[in-house]
């Protein structure tokens, strides 16, 4: 192959993108170039790296859209020498991000299952789809660990604990990857630990949080998944961008993890390097920089690795065995696609494409279902009474897209085509709950806008509401990018108060003496202190997707059975972030602050309409050594009246370290399901690997001394403990270590 040939393979095109106004990705206007046919035609002769979403720029009909795909990989394939296609990846964070594609609930909302088979299933059901219409990669999923919940893209993380977002993660990478999709792993490292939360912010992590926290979730997506491709971050840590840093790209994820797939770019990340970061001079400069780095593939188009990148090559200035190096991955990915294979067709196999068939949707609903939180319920107000009087109340109750987050095609690309219906199918609140209730009387006002500081429809609210036996309030987010809503890419918050005048409403609502139910749809957690105990009932729910309606109406008439916990801790005040759970003692509350941020409702906190005991406790052993295994066992009981679920939470305290640890931290979980008066045996396998971490020379180690492993149904609310010493020596482990607590579960009456 020439030079320039093997650079076409390095980077992807993006067709119909816009180059003025307001786009879906930052500084796309600056960035993206115009393709006319004749410009395309002078491009494609060398061959193409990537399509970049064909279905996720403007509304296209599928079927319509998989025809003009697989035309054009014809053009591209009959183009070049070799007869090579392109990749063509779509964005699939909430679903396919495509027009009429099913809108699933967004990852934090997965992560509130605590489910991985479900969301193993949805995600296959995704790359399905996405295969259908002849797309071949995935840009998901996004396994940042949460660590300031201000941040605006926290509705696209699976939640605050590593553990929690590599195991969901994990299972979202095994069912896109079994459905022959490659899964793309973003953002490589470290992104949500951006300064001040603002999105594409530095990172000040210290290596250890780093180590400990971002990595885990990438390393077990990796080993365990299988993921193909890795997303290169935008953010720069201690001063060095991801995109530029080969100790990251290369170093760590290649030599000492194994990884043979490809690393891609984000979004313009490449250009960033000259226009942002300011490491490099130029295009060619910063394409130097990339590929040393191990950046394989420029998206979503040609800015860096093209003209530039062969112009720096051929003056001697950037050695083409970096070309051949990252040209040799990409093409030995194709190979696996079988896009090289002598009987390869672009066209479509179905006769009829549905991206939103009904087997979709009923899995929608089960993980909106699943996901739906009941935070608290103190007087069984919930579930409601089948005749009530009910005032629904609020900006968020008669809106279809306050169900969307950012990255669902209603919200992140229909915005800018008004005149385009909305393609699926997506019942409100309202609606869902008239349907839920036919025998209700149902009443409904706004009451105010999200972020609309007029509260002239206070009034008819709070009359709405004395005129009820009891008022929802169903409040929340308005999911945008950059700024364009409450939650979401670049709309990041400067407190967790309720966006606009939504607060001052509720407290109106509260006034009234009628009980208020709270419901929230929102992308982050918000601080919910200042009505504790003033509320009769609260429900939580993370974007719940285009069946989110019917499941929150499902559980606030008691049809479903709440099974969500918490993937993000609660804050009681505002201004107590950032925080979570995953805190050393001086991060607790304590004597030397006046500052308490304890959260009104800890990570993996949720309630039940039915009853759970656990009791039959018991463990194999009380010392161990250091790469021993200990297992301990109980018996979970549905001694309610319904059918329910219960998750069984198994969490690591390390009373004595070199190093300061988190009080507690997630290392086990399990979903049980249970009719009433059924009971299940469950048991933990823990093992030592499960308890390192990474010492004061960097290296991850077991360390021989006492620990408490706590059976809880929160990271707060402790049922039994196990205390457990490790004897021997300190071990320090390599990429073998185990990642993975085993549970078993094994029903009976």
């Known amino acids: 192959m020439t030079l320039q040939e093997k650079t076409a393979q390095l980077y992807g095109v993006w067709v119909g993108a816009a180059t003025d106004g307001e786009g879906v990705a930052p500084h796309q206007h600056d960035m993206t170039a115009d393709h006319s046919d004749d410009a395309w035609d002078e491009l494609i002769t060398h061959g193409l790296g990537q399509l970049t979403r064909s279905f996720g720029t403007a509304p296209v009909d599928p079927a319509l859209g998989a025809q003009a795909l697989a035309r054009a990989q014809r053009r591209i394939a009959a183009a070049g020498r070799f007869g090579i296609p392109a990749v063509a990846h779509e964005e699939c964070l909430a679903g396919f991000t495509a027009w009429q594609a099913t809108a699933y609930p967004v990852p934090l909302a997965w992560g509130a299952t605590f489910d991985p088979p479900l969301v193993e299933e949805m995600a296959r059901r995704i790359g399905e789809d996405l295969r259908s219409v002849g797309v071949h990669q995935g840009l998901a999923p996004v396994l940042d660990v949460v660590r300031d919940p201000r941040w605006g893209r926290v509705e696209e993380t699976v939640g605050e604990d590593p553990y929690l977002v590599g195991t969901i993660g994990t299972a979202y990478v095994r069912g896109l990857e079994s459905a022959g999709v490659i899964a793309t792993l973003k953002h490589f490292a470290g992104y949500a630990s951006s300064a001040g939360a603002r999105n594409l912010a530095p990172v000040r992590a210290g290596v250890r949080e780093l180590a400990d926290v971002t990595l885990p979730p990438f390393e077990m997506a990796l080993r365990e998944g299988g993921a193909r491709s890795v997303m290169a ?251 364009r809503g409450t939650s979401g890419e670049g709309c990041d918050v400067t407190d967790l108060r309720l966006p606009g005048v939504q607060g001052e409403l509720l407290d109106a609502l509260v006034a009234t003496g009628v009980p208020v139910v709270l419901v929230l749809l929102t992308g982050r957690p918000y601080a919910l202190g200042r009505w504790q105990g003033r509320l009769a009932a609260v429900v939580q729910a993370f974007f719940p997707g285009e069946e989110g309606g019917p499941a929150v109406a499902g559980v606030l008439s008691g049809r479903v059975n709440p099974s969500g916990r918490l993937p993000v801790s609660v804050p009681r005040v505002p201004g107590g972030q950032p925080w979570t759970y995953l805190q050393p003692p001086l991060g607790l509350a304590g004597e030397v602050s006046n500052l308490d941020p304890t959260p009104l409702y800890a990570f993996g906190h949720g309630r039940s309409y039915t009853d759970f005991t656990w009791d039959e406790f018991q463990g194999t052993a009380s010392r161990i050594t250091t790469d021993g295994t200990y297992d301990l066992s109980l018996t979970v009981r549905n001694s309610g009246d319904r059918a329910g679920a219960e998750v069984v939470q198994l969490y690591l305290h390390d009373p004595v370290a070199t190093v300061t640890r988190p009080d507690v931290r997630l290392i086990g979980y399990q979903r049980v399901e249970l009719a009433p008066g059924e009971a299940s045996r469950v048991t933990f396998r823990f093992h030592a690997d499960l308890s390192s971490f990474s010492d004061r020379a960097g290296r991850r180690v077991v360390e021989p001394g006492v620990l408490e492993l706590r059976l809880a149904a929160s990271s707060v609310e402790v049922r039994h403990t196990a205390r457990l010493k490790l004897t021997g020596p300190v071990r320090t482990l390599g990429t073998d270590r185990r990642l993975l607590c085993p549970v078993e579960a094994s029903r009976g009456r």
């Open 233 to 483: 971050a935008y953010n720069e840590t201690d001063g060095v961008p991801a995109s530029a840093d080969p100790g990251l790209l290369t170093e760590l994820l290649r030599e000492r993890w194994g990884f043979t797939g490809t690393v891609v770019a984000d979004y313009f990340g490449i250009g960033f390097l000259q226009t942002l970061h300011r490491v490099a001079g130029g295009p060619g400069e910063a394409a130097h920089v990339a590929l040393a780095a191990g950046i394989d593939v420029e998206l979503p188009t040609v800015k860096c690795y093209g003209k530039p990148l062969v112009e720096a090559v051929r003056a001697g200035e950037v050695p083409e065995e970096l070309v051949d190096r990252a040209a040799r991955r990409v093409l030995l990915q194709k190979c696996e696609l079988g896009l090289l294979d002598e009987d390869w067709a672009p066209e479509p196999t179905a006769s009829r494409v549905d991206l939103d068939s009904p087997a979709n949707r009923a899995l929608a609903r089960r993980v909106a279902e699943e996901s739906v939180v009941l935070l608290d319920n103190p007087d069984g107000v919930l579930p409601l009474s089948p005749d009530a009087r009910v005032a629904v109340v609020g900006p968020r109750a008669a809106d279809a897209l306050a169900m969307l987050g950012c990255y669902s095609f209603p919200s992140h690309v229909l915005t800018h085509h008004p005149e385009v219906p909305m393609g699926i199918e997506i019942p409100t609140v309202l609606e869902a709950l008239r349907a839920e209730l036919p025998d209700a009387k149902v009443t409904f006002a706004e009451g105010c806008g999200v972020l609309d500081p007029d509260p002239a429809g206070f009034e008819e609210a709070v009359a709405r509401a004395s005129e009820a036996d009891v008022c929802l309030a169903v409040l929340g987010d308005r999911a945008g990018l950059f700024g």
